[in-house]
């Protein structure tokens, strides 16, 4: 599957990995399209009882691959709608699982990287990951994730970071909610066995129902929330500073809002 690995192991724990190394496991529109199809083939699996996504390479995600992105200026706006809403729903399969998801990062996550984190249960970190909302450098906006990531951070945490494009270490997104635990690098795969052989303890039909609970007496991410963040979207995408943003980074040159001193 493009982009995409998952393997079931015989304990029911599955192995959903970005493999797109070459790429950072940057998201283009088949990568986004396979995250959907096997988030829906693994809800449905009853032999499934927890789900660990982790990344290949030396990377977890470097959010947005810049190809697709750019393709989105040159698309019809109903083409940039289309592309919006299959990362939403892609987002939204992952966030619905009723499974327990469980995030293993290392490396950098930016963007949509952040985006996938913010849709795990629990998120394993390890120390010296460098982490990123950078859409704003691009003349973007993290739209599609965003009510996955406020709903993980809250809004008043979630000022400090969602329209700087600064980077900030694993401490930091530890304390901003997108981390559960930051642990050394060398110990991040025992970390994540630990939280996966609790869940094999707990009885599958009730961990699910206790899922849903959590899902329906928190801020929950509604229908209203998705399509307002695909319109935020497609209305960046047809900006003059999108197109600045990522002409510049193309052509590796500052973009014209940039200060000079």
Known sequence: MTGIRCETDRRGVARLVLARPEKRNALDSAM????????????GDSGVRVVVLSAEGPVFS????????????????ETRRREARALAMA?????????????????????????????CDVVLAAAGTRFGLTETR?????????????????????????FSPRLFG???AATLGLVSRVVD???????????????????????AASKALVARLGSRVDEA???????????????????EGTRAFFEKRPPGWTRRE
């Open 138 to 162: 691009l003349g973007l906006s993290p739209a599609t994730i965003g009510p996955y990531v406020v709903e993980r951070m809250g809004a008043a945490r979630a000022r400090q970071v969602f």
């Open 170 to 172: 694993a401490e930091e």
């Open 32 to 43: 986004i399209g396979a995250l959907a199809e096997t988030a829906g083939r693994l809800a």
């Open 225 to 243: 929330a998705i399509e307002a963040s695909i319109d935020a979207l497609v209305a960046r995408w047809e900006t003059d500073e999108a197109e």
């Open 185 to 207: 690098p060398g110990a991040l795969d025992a970390a994540i066995e630990d939280e996966v052989a609790a869940y094999l303890t707990a009885a599958p039909g009730a961990v």
């Open 91 to 119: 987002l939204k399969a992952l966030n619905d699982l009723p499974k327990p998801l469980i995030g293993r990062v290392h490396g950098d996550a930016y963007g949509g990287g952040v985006g996938l984190m913010s849709v």
């Open 62 to 77: 470097a959010g947005g691959d810049l190809d697709w992105m750019r393709a989105q200026m040159a698309a019809e706006s």
